[in-house]
């Protein structure tokens, strides 16, 4: 299975418990950018905090959508975005990288990630459906459980008592 998901409003918290709940046990970050002006979303932090909760963390820079793919979709322009998109895409370092990420989705349960919360206005849809093409394995768009990790702790209270 490859695996999706955006962490558009989402708590890192309720992230991660998505994650462990959905069996993902790599998180492979398909933004250009891994910077995030959000707290725990930025590269090093996220990496740390993943691998502590047990959940492997890479970043696949080729995979990640252009600055002007960014700015056509943030526009509205998605007709726009995806001719951007699908031109980086036929790069031959982007194929490269495609390669090594398929290998990558079929010996480890991975979840693409990138910010936008609907998978049909992001970049990762497209980088999931050709890693489908590759590994004949089926996707999955996660979205985060909201209050996952406070649903999680308090089941563990309750098993507990």
Do not use: W
């Amino acid at each position: 299975m490859i695996f999706t998901i955006g962490y558009e409003k989402a708590s890192l918290e309720d992230l991660i418990e998505t994650l462990r709940m959905s069996g993902v046990r790599h998180l492979m970050d398909v933004r250009e950018l891994p910077a995030s002006r959000r707290k725990g979303f930025s590269k090093n932090a996220l990496r740390e905090v993943l691998e502590r909760a047990g959940i492997q963390y890479s970043h696949a820079k080729q995979l990640g959508d252009p600055k002007a793919g960014r700015d056509a979709a943030r526009s509205g322009n998605m007709n726009l975005f995806r001719q951007i998109f699908e031109a980086h895409m036929s790069l031959p370092e982007t194929q490269v990288a495609l390669a090594k990420a398929a290998e990558e989705v079929t010996t480890n349960p991975t979840a693409l990630m990138c910010y936008e919360r609907r998978p049909q206005d992001c970049h990762r849809t497209i980088v999931a459906e050709r890693l489908s093409e590759l590994s004949s394995l089926p996707i999955q768009h996660l979205g985060v459980v909201e209050d996952a990790a406070k649903r999680t702790k308090n089941a563990g209270v309750k098993e507990a008592a």
